[in-house]
């Protein structure tokens, strides 16, 4: 086995107490009543997504499919984590408007962008929709059926995944196509107005929308162990180990139908860079997809599964190794490996929220998989420093969009946005107090098995 052996002793020393009990006030006070209830929007129901620094609300005040799913997932997580009744209330609030609002009761599927209202955009398309946006869909009623025992919650995920498997799913060459139109139709086989560009970027498959194809499949397969689920799960694991991701540990981020990766590393200076978007080492998703291929290792029971927890450890390994700040703590944003060079050039020094929580995440898991490499436990400590020092406001509570050594102007950045919301703090650090009282399923599992 590739684990050590000491799985199962549990976090006594008073260092990992400390931690924890940081952790844990940090999770209640700083992050959760940051966001409830000032994000519930009690006239039209589901939630506020933008807020200033200070958390008064601004802007239009749209609800992605995103980000209203990932509220519920949230919510209900930390229901049953805490076992508290106000956020089994505020994700049923959620799921409401999810069921009435976001879902297409014409062509099936979750609209992708509605206004505050829950109604049609002015003036815009009127209904696109993302294999990525309904993946966060079934992430969320999945989830809320685990918290809730509502059934309504497991049929609307189990009718958005046959939607995505009979609209999305390639089955020729396999797993999900992102962009889709209103009824369901491959954005880049419809009518839609495209220029050459466009059309050729819609064709692509993407890390991203797979990596939350498996996440949200992993989460519905934990409630309803369903046979042709099982196998798009297992798909997904294998895609995303054995083809998205390269032999030097991280992930290729966009791919051609056939799973050619897309690379611009040989073209002009000015081409890559026009491109960076779409080819480049995004280390946090890379250690985010670490944690989420064991977790659907583990709720497939795949045992002694080596060769996904090599391919993950390799990942967390690649990241620590390339885009960790040695100095300060924290993963760079983007890295790149230009032509004709061995090692990797940080080409975006920013360090995003969102990375860090994987990447705190991920390095805890490390740490209790190999307790023998010490590198991931040290590594996990300094983050978590770095995280009280630069990204968590300890005044306004919630986190800086950025971390403030590299991005000072933070400090007065917007605390919600369409795509800032609370859904990578809240399961870093609650899959981090469940590891630090080696509670967690994956540490758990792995024991049994040394």
């Known amino acids: 086995m590739l684990a050590a052996s000491a799985w199962s002793c549990p976090s006594t020393s008073d260092e990992h107490r400390r931690i924890r009990e940081e952790i844990e006030k940090s999770l209640r006070i700083e992050l959760l009543h940051a966001w409830y209830p000032i994000a519930i929007d009690t006239l039209h129901g589901g939630f506020l997504s933008d807020f ?36 089994r209330r505020i994700a049923q609030h959620g799921l409401r408007f999810l069921k009435d609002k976001m879902w297409d009761t014409t062509y099936g599927g979750f609209y992708w962008l509605r206004n505050r209202q829950g109604e049609a955009m002015s003036g815009a398309d009127d209904g696109g929709k993302a294999a990525y946006g309904n993946a966060f869909a079934i992430y969320a009623l999945a989830s809320y059926y685990a918290m809730s025992g509502d ?30 139109t209103r009824e369901g139709l491959w954005l880049s086989q419809s009518d839609a107005n495209l220029n050459a560009r466009e059309l050729l970027i819609s064709s692509w498959k993407d890390q991203n929308s797979s990596i939350h194809l498996l996440e949200a499949f992993t989460e519905l397969y934990n409630v309803w162990p369903d046979s042709l689920l099982r196998e798009r799960v297992l798909e997904m694991l294998v895609l995303i180990r054995d083809t998205i991701t390269t032999e030097k540990g991280h992930l290729t ?48 029971g795949l045992e002694a599964d080596d060769k996904t927890l090599r391919v993950a450890k390799r990942m967390v390994d690649h990241a620590l190794a390339n885009g960790w700040d040695n100095d300060k703590g924290g993963f760079f944003y983007q890295g790149y490996y230009f032509a004709n060079a061995d090692t990797i050039s940080i080409i975006n020094e920013i360090k995003e929220w969102w990375v860090q929580a994987e990447g705190l995440n991920s390095l805890l898991l490390m740490s209790k998989l190999f307790p023998r490499e010490k590198k991931y436990e040290q590594a996990f400590k300094k983050q978590w420093e770095y995280m009280k020092r630069y990204l968590i406001d300890h005044e306004h509570g919630g986190w800086y969009k950025e971390g403030l050594d590299k991005s000072p102007e933070m400090e007065k950045s917007a605390k919600g946005s369409d795509w800032k919301v609370n859904y990578h703090e809240s399961r870093a650090l609650r899959n981090c107090i469940k590891m630090l009282k080696s509670e967690h399923e994956l540490i758990k599992q792995r024991a049994k098995h040394q």
């Open 52 to 87: 200033s620094f200070d958390w008064q609300p601004a802007g239009r005040q749209n609800k992605m499919i995103v980000t209203q799913s990932r509220h519920v997932w949230t919510a209900s997580q930390a229901a049953m984590f805490f076992n508290d009744d106000r956020y």
């Open 151 to 180: 059934t309504s919650a497991l049929y609307l995920a189990q009718k958005t995944f046959h939607w995505l498997d009979r609209h999305s799913r390639d089955s020729l060459h396999r797993g999900y196509v992102d962009r889709l």
């Open 253 to 300: 981020l966009y791919l051609q139908r056939d799973w050619t990766p897309v690379s611009f590393r040989d073209s002009s200076d000015a081409v890559r860079k026009k491109n960076y978007y779409f080819d480049h080492v995004s280390f946090g998703h890379d250690v985010e997809t670490a944690y989420l291929m064991l977790e659907a290792s583990h709720v497939l």
